[in-house]
Each structure stands twice: as C-alpha cells, then as structure tokens.
C-alpha cells in the first residue's frame, strides 16, 4: 500500500469462500475423493490415476500445492479430468462435480455468524468471489446460515469471469455502490490477491488455505492467521 496516499476508510470487504471463510483441506479433500470414487465407478486406479492430473493424491487424501483445484475453476477441473473419463462429455462433469461440491462438508475457519455480525455492525457490506459455482457457493453459505450476511456472492459461472480477473469484484462494488479503494480484498491464493490488485483494492492474505506466508506476502497488504483477526487489523488501520 502507498504510504504517502490519501487515506480511504474501509466500507467493504469481499471473501474468497474455500481455504478463506471455510477450512480448505477439510471441505476438499473429502469432496475429490468422493467425486474420484463416483466418477470412476469402482476402479480405484482410475480414481488414483484422475486424482493425479488434478494434483489429488487419492492414497494419502491430500492436495499438492499446484492442484488445479485449490484456486482454479470447475471448468478447468474438468477440462483436466476429461481424458480419463472419455465416456464423460465436459458439461456432464461439470454436472457432477458442481453435485459433490454441493454435499462437501464445510468446517468453518472460525465461527462466521459471530464475525460476519460484528463486521455488519462496523456498517460494512459485504460479499463472496469464489472460483467455485455459484450454486455449491451458495449451499455452502447457506448450511453454515450466513448466506444472509452477503451483499453479493459470485461464482466463476455468474457471468463475471474467474480470479485472478477482477470482474467478481467489481461486480461487488457496482452492486453495492462503493469505490474499490474502499474494498478489502481477503483471500488465501495468489489468484485471490491478484484479482485484489488488478481491481485496485487493498489485499488481505490468511494462511487457512494451502499457501504459505512467503507466497502470499508479497501480493497482501497484510497476512493474518485466519478472517477472525479482521476486525483488529481494521481498528489498527484507521489512522490515529
């Protein structure tokens, strides 16, 4: 952030959803190995095999830190997975994956109601740019019961494009009327950081995704633990 700039209070924030309001490693790893499974219908090396080109390790139920799956969209996943499943034409994985993403069990980073209530109360809007659909977003939201706290909620199929594009963000702040260096950007990616800083908005990076501090620093205004130190690093941003 530029020192020497005018200061612009806060009035809003935009979450990524996956790694950033929940949990990543919990929600996703048990959705890719259930979607393998599915998908494969039994043949646990083809599941093995499919896992691998979506940087899944079936065996030991984790994620590489490359994986398509941590910042990207269901259109890639599946463009990814298509030569496994041949039988399998794109829109019908596509079906498939958005069906498991929907059950995907959700942990949430830190109890949500709690936090989204007190950011509410500080008078900002809010809202949810994930590279997910907007339709397992949305049920995401829904069965943690804060889905109500949000101004906006945008999936790489809302018509906004995916991070790291801004489109998702700036599609916040025409809906909500606000200047994007009003906007807080909070995400645990580079493709969430770099949407932050291609729609002109500050950056906040939180380590409860897969990405360690070194990658996210350089990207983020600021790296916190998790979303509950939000509210005391917008209390030490405003100036004395």
């Not at 806060?10 to 996703?28: A, P």
């Not at 994930?130 to 943690?144: G, S």
């Not at 809302?158 to 025409?174: D, I, N, V, W, Y």
């Amino acid at each position: 952030m530029d020192v020497d700039a005018p200061f612009v209070p806060v009035r809003g924030i935009i979450f990524d959803k996956d790694g950033t309001l929940f949990d990543f490693s919990t929600t996703w790893e048990a959705w890719a190995a259930a979607f393998l499974r599915r998908a494969a219908k039994g043949d646990e090396g083809l599941a093995e095999r499919a896992g691998a080109a979506i940087g899944f390790d079936l065996l030991r139920g984790r994620f590489e830190r490359d994986s398509v799956v941590i910042a990207g969209t269901p259109v890639e996943i599946a463009a990814d997975l298509g030569p496994h499943f041949p039988e399998l034409s794109q829109d019908v994985l596509l079906v498939l994956l958005n069906q498991e993403a929907a059950r995907a069990p959700q942990a949430e980073a830190v109890p949500l109601a709690p936090l989204l209530t007190a950011l509410r109360a500080r008078g900002l809007a809010l809202g949810v740019a994930t590279n997910d659909a907007e339709a397992p977003a949305r049920a995401h939201l829904a069965d943690a019961h804060v889905d109500a706290f949000f101004d906006f909620i945008a999936g790489s199929d809302s018509g906004f494009g995916g991070k790291p594009t801004p489109g998702q963000l700036l599609g916040f702040c025409a809906q909500t009327g606000l200047p994007r260096d009003s906007v807080v950007m909070v995400g645990d990616s580079t493709h969430d950081l770099l949407a932050g800083r291609a729609a002109g908005m500050r950056t906040i990076a939180v380590l409860t995704g897969l990405a360690p501090r070194e990658v996210l620093a350089p990207l983020a205004d600021a790296v916190l633990p998790d979303i509950g130190g939000l509210p005391a690093w917008l209390d030490r941003a405003v100036p004395a």
